[in-house]
């Protein structure tokens, strides 16, 4: 089976600080995002990349939010200036195409928490 | 925005007894897929559905998409404490982006 895998499994920041999470997804996929989940809610989609772009974000994904693939493997997001409500579980997830039919594959998410 | 509800938003059930969760959306839907999320857990892909009307069993998980495609339901038989964790229905809305949109989940809590 397939992994995703993401680092770190959890982050403290305090406020105001910048993080980065990490990601390194399937190594054939095509299609990568990143979801928020803050803790015992839904998953809240961020953000889809596709082809080194964006392809879509959320109202969620503001200016404070960045997600690029530096060196063709790793896929990460970034928080200039995390605020207290950023604490949640952050899934990266890819698929092979951007097909219906395709399966999602989601990491085990790093827990971020901002005091 | 768009929206996917799930109903109920928790059950909980005697070890045997049968559970479903139902998925609306007041749009039409190109898709549904199904995650189960165990506590703790990142949500893991279960099944997709595509055809109005189409039904796909897995094991003791049956799955049901509405013939308006828009609606949803998965339906255990017979259920484990194995198949404690959240359900989330979700739509892959291909309309010349790439965005997922999760139901609100429906947590389940199986009783011995």
Redesign the interface.
């Known amino acids: 089976e397939p992994e995703v895998t993401q680092t770190p499994s959890h982050q403290v920041t305090q406020m105001g600080q910048e993080v980065i999470l990490r990601c390194v997804p399937i190594s054939n996929h095509l299609y990568f995002y990143w979801y928020r989940q803050i803790l015992g809610q839904k998953v809240e989609f961020l953000v889809s990349f596709y082809n080194n772009e964006i392809s879509e974000k959320s109202e969620i994904f503001d200016d404070q939010f960045s997600v690029e693939r530096p060196d063709g493997s790793n896929f990460t997001l970034k928080i200039r200036s995390t605020k207290l409500e950023d604490s949640a579980m952050y899934f990266c997830a890819n698929t092979l195409r951007g097909r219906i039919t395709d399966t999602q594959y989601f990491g085990p998410g790093t827990r971020l928490t901002v005091l | 925005g768009q929206q996917v509800m799930q109903i109920p938003q928790y059950q909980h059930v005697q070890e045997g007894e049968d559970f479903t969760t139902y998925c609306n959306s007041s749009t039409t839907l190109?898709?549904i897929?199904w995650?189960k999320?165990r506590p703790g857990?990142?949500?893991?892909?279960l099944i997709?559905l595509?055809k109005s009307g189409e039904v796909k069993k897995q094991k003791r998980l049956t799955f049901q998409f509405g013939e308006a495609k828009k609606n949803s339901s998965l339906h255990i038989t017979a259920t484990q404490t194995t198949d404690v964790g959240t359900y989330?229905c979700?739509h892959?809305r291909?309309s010349g982006?790439?965005?997922?949109?999760?139901?609100?989940?429906t947590r389940l809590k199986v009783l011995a």
């Open positions: 190109s898709n897929q995650y999320q857990g990142h949500p893991v892909f997709q595509v989330f979700a892959l291909t982006t790439y965005k997922y949109i999760f139901g609100t989940g």
